[in-house]
């Protein structure tokens, strides 16, 4: 009787909670979308208006638009704020400057300030992302802050705001951050690469860092910034650096920065008492360095025991331009079995099928160009006969 | 005969009587508290949506580029779709792979006249070993379009994904499947967590949903909508509660025990080191993630991270028939068997972590053995009911609650799908899913209990394990797309 009563209990409570949560689901939905239709029709009314200033048709209608917008109600404005916010961050030049000052006079930075010391992770990282589309130095004190929040997601976007600033005075807290661990390696990277070449200096300080990962990342940095100054810096990394890691990334960026005094650190990157995932990189990054001295060695690598490395051989010949390609087109027929041949194929049809996909375009639109020509010129001839 | 019978069966019904309600308590409260935590992370995970850096990473040339592995066999019908739409993904460098696994359909034909493919004299490495020897390699004439055809000799489907490993030249692979349509962001959103945590991360997956009733447009779904047949409905709501709020859950309790084979993302690195997929295995995605736990707790390392991302979506075709739902279900369940078998050492093992602690007895518990216990239920119950040793009250009582409190898991389950996601927007698609979740407890559930058990029967007997066909229908492309298809226009 005791379990037959407690299971007519269980039954009677799964009952309530099924119909409880059916209703929260209907309900939830009927508000949801009312919601979403009164903030429709509030946005779609004034959104012409934000469109009218962005538009900047003339002077005196994008400050009539400005005028407009500064004196929207509270409801109308809390509306449009989201757009405005989200289009901060995506516009440039004079467009965004308007957006600068819309969202300055109507309060929403100051209000993104001040919500950078309340309770609650969501807003604060709301204001980082609000104050990080104003891409101003004025707020780069705020956002240096928040990089020590407690929450990690505000730190993220605390360091991708500081990116957008564009203030190399940043340079230095974010790498910070890296040492700290508190800021995942990636945004960090890419807020320093946004940084621009005003955080060089920062950068090549960062090679002599203590922590392999601030080291790796500076010299990966450098490396996309084509930072042709701190060429001799990168080299020094390849060859002396006690990390693996670094001296991978260092090569990478050598070629990216292309400097032909990089050549001699590179071929000795890819000897064979190296690590294999060096010399591969290494291999590749002979390649885009684009000197045709790398020919010989990469000759010599396209018979790499280690698949990587012979494979990024094989397509540094083929960006190295004829010299390269008739290195590869060589190794085929000397050594046809061989498993620098195969390589060396690969390379060569990897080139090809672009060049050959090119050509015949390039054709076909010329024969299109010509079709055209002599359909003008029978067009014209009836014209040219009645002269 | 039946007097005889009924003090045996009064013994028994009392022995179990308990056991049985404690079991489906246990199993159904477990699901309650994996569905709650996948609320909290959900609620979580969307208010910090708006700030998540997704289009910072599509501009980013730091974003680790991935390869994208689609294993096929005979998937003739919606392959250029798929490809069409796993090229459009926005990602900053990618390529896909199409591992043609020996196909005998017009399935190669179809991509190299929609891509208009050339041959080429590709060397593969072999850094997993591959059963099917790789026989031609095709690129797009274009030489810039990232698809790359790898045809091989059949091998199934684990080892068209290790000939996919071998040819993939990206640190991070992903696998999908060939029938598979994923968000356009998808990608951007499943690799965040490398992003986030590249010295710990090594594997991630997103979530599943079915595409069948759903319209399809250049390769995109556009509009949402359930299913047209009850056994893909009720697949709905199945594929919500176990791929999105299940899996969530797990991954929360930092015990992610599956990432699902049709959307997986990894580390390559850690793939070659534990030597790819399982060409055997019938669970070769549940067999790769579970050998990866060990893997890495075996190397003393135990700051991995195994990660599932609740936003980006992979939709795909499920079973429309109970024929080929029937032999999916006994895949699964046989795949579960292998390789819960496989790494049995790591069952209740402390070495392994959280895993093997409780991720791996649970699976042992409440989905190998469940099926088990349920058809015992299914048995009993009706002979209890013919000797007349069951209070019929009691019984429909005790099956109420327990079916009650099933569906209770469901409804839950789609309450967190529409404070969530909210995607199917219509609300006849909301009252089918919730007929779907009632239905479910009659007939589905005691047919794919049956299913199950003939997977592990199989198992057991040690019969020759099979992959199986799944017949496609295609995708539901509307006038638009069936014209450009037609017209062979190329992406």
């Known amino acids: 009787v005791t379990t037959a009563a407690a299971l007519s209990l269980a039954l009677l409570s799964i009952t309530v909670l099924v119909l409880a949560l059916g209703l929260a689901i209907v309900g939830g939905r009927t508000a949801r979308r009312l919601r979403v239709a009164r903030r429709v029709k509030k946005t779609t ?127 230095g807290p974010l790498l910070t951050c890296l040492a700290e661990k508190s800021v995942p390696p990636r945004v960090v990277s890419q807020a320093l690469l946004r940084l621009g070449s005003g955080a ?35 080299q020094r990394c390849l060859v002396e650096d006690t990390s693996f890691e670094v001296r991978i990334r260092a090569a990478r960026s050598l070629g990216r920065v292309g400097m032909p005094s990089a050549l001699e650190a590179l071929i000795r990157a890819t000897d064979p008492e190296q690590p294999t995932p060096l010399r591969a990189v290494a291999a590749r990054a002979l390649g885009d360095l684009g000197h045709a001295s790398a020919v010989p060695r990469l000759r010599q690598l396209l018979r790499d025991p280690a698949h990587r490395v012979a494979s990024n051989a094989g397509r540094s010949l083929a960006s190295l331009g004829p ?59 009836p014209a040219v006969a009645s002269l | 005969m039946l007097d005889l019978l009924r003090e045996p069966v009064v013994w028994l019904l009392h022995i179990i009587d308990l056991p049985i309600l404690v079991y489906f308590l246990c199993i159904n409260t477990s699901y309650l508290v994996l569905t709650v935590l996948a609320a909290l992370e959900l609620a979580r995970h969307i208010r910090r949506l708006p700030f998540a850096g997704l289009e910072e990473a599509y501009a980013s040339p730091l974003t680790q580029p991935v390869s994208v592995l689609m294993p096929a066999y005979n998937e003739e019908v919606g392959i250029v779709e798929s490809v069409r739409a796993m090229l459009g993904l926005r990602y900053p460098e990618f390529e896909v792979i199409v591992v043609d696994d020996g196909s005998t359909d017009g399935m190669v034909a179809r991509l190299q006249a929609s891509f208009r493919l050339v041959q080429v004299p590709r060397v593969v490495p072999e850094d997993v070993a ?16 990232p698809l ?94 176990a791929f999105l709020l299940g899996r969530t859950g797990w991954s929360k309790l930092g015990a992610l025990p599956l990432i699902s084979g049709a959307f997986g993302l990894f580390r390559r690195d850690i793939v070659v080191a534990v030597g790819g997929f399982d060409p055997d295995s019938l669970g070769e995605d549940f067999e790769l993630v579970t050998h990866m736990h060990r893997h890495m707790r075996e190397k003393g390392v ?36 292998q390789v819960l078998w496989r790494h049995r050492v790591m069952l209740l093992n402390p070495r392994y972590g959280r895993i093997g602690l409780f991720a791996l007895p649970y699976y042992v518990l409440f989905e190998l053995l469940a099926p088990v216990l349920e058809l015992f239920g299914m048995f009993i119950v009706p002979i209890g009911l013919l000797v007349g040793a069951v209070n019929v009250p009691y019984a429909l009582l005790f099956l109420s609650v327990a079916y009650g409190y099933a569906m209770l898991v469901s409804v839950a389950a789609l309450a967190v799908e529409e404070f969530s996601f ?44 099979v992959w199986g066909v799944m017949p496609r229908a295609g995708f539901d492309t509307g006038p638009d797309e069936v014209l450009a298809t037609r017209a062979g226009t190329s992406p």
């Open chain 1, 45 to 171: 009314a004034v959104r012409p208006i934000l469109l009218a200033m962005l538009a900047q048709e003339d002077q005196e209608a994008t400050q009539d638009a400005l005028a407009l917008l500064l004196a929207l109600d509270k409801r109308s404005w809390a509306a449009l704020e989201p757009t405005v916010t989200q289009l901060l961050g995506k516009l440039r030049g004079s467009s965004h400057d308007l957006l600068r000052t819309l969202v300055e006079l109507r309060g929403t930075v100051r209000r993104a300030r001040d919500r950078i010391y309340r309770l609650g992770a969501v807003r604060r990282a709301r204001s980082a992302e609000i104050l990080g589309g104003l891409e101003d130095p004025a707020v780069t004190g705020d956002l240096v802050r928040l990089l020590s929040d407690r929450d990690p997601e505000v730190r993220q976007v605390a360091a991708r705001a500081l990116g957008r600033s564009g203030d190399a005075r940043a340079a």
């Open chain 1, 200 to 234: 060089e200096p920062a950068l090549v300080r960062a090679l002599a860092a203590e922590d392999e990962m601030i080291r790796a990342i500076a010299v990966e940095i450098l490396g996309l910034s084509s930072a042709i100054g701190a060429s001799r810096a990168v």
């Open chain 1, 323 to 381: 010299k390269g390609e008739a290195a590869l087109v060589e190794e085929t027929l000397k050594h046809d079995q061989g498993p620098g041949a195969a390589h060396a194929r690969d390379a060569l049809s990897r080139a090809h099928v672009r060049e050959v996909w090119l050509a015949e375009h390039l054709s076909r639109a010329g024969e299109e160009a010509l079709d055209q020509d002599d359909g003008a010129e029978d067009a014209m001839h």
């Open chain 2, 148 to 241: 790359v055809l790898v045809r091989k000799e059949n091998g199934g489907r684990a080892d068209a994904l290790n000939a996919g490993v071998n040819a993939a030249q990206y640190p991070l692979v992903c696998m999908v499947d060939a029938d598979s349509l994923l968000d356009p962001d998808a990608l951007l959103t499943v690799s965040k967590p490398f992003a986030d945590d590249p010295l710990h991360v090594i594997g991630t997956g997103g979530v599943i949903r079915a595409v069948n009733g759903c319209r399809v447009r250049a390769g995109r779904v556009v509009d949402i909508r359930m299913p047209k047949d009850w056994v893909a409905r009720i697949q709905v709501v199945e594929y919500l509660r």
């Open chain 2, 422 to 465: 909210h995607r199917y927007s219509r609300w006849r698609d909301l009252g089918l899913a919730i007929a779907a979740a009632v239905l479910e407890n009659f007939g589905y559930r005691q047919l794919t209990c049956l299913w199950r058990i003939q997977g592990l029967w199989s198992h057991l007997l040690r019969k020759k394990a």
């Open chain 2, 130 to 145: 591959a059963r099917g020897r790789v026989l031609e390699v095709w690129i797009p004439g274009d030489g810039v379009t």
């Open chain 2, 302 to 337: 135990r700051d991995y991270r195994l990660v599932f991302v609740a936003e980006p979506v992979s939709w795909t075709e499920v079973p429309s028939t109970l024929k080929v739902l029937a032999r999916q279900r006994r895949r699964w369940h046989r795949g579960l068997m």
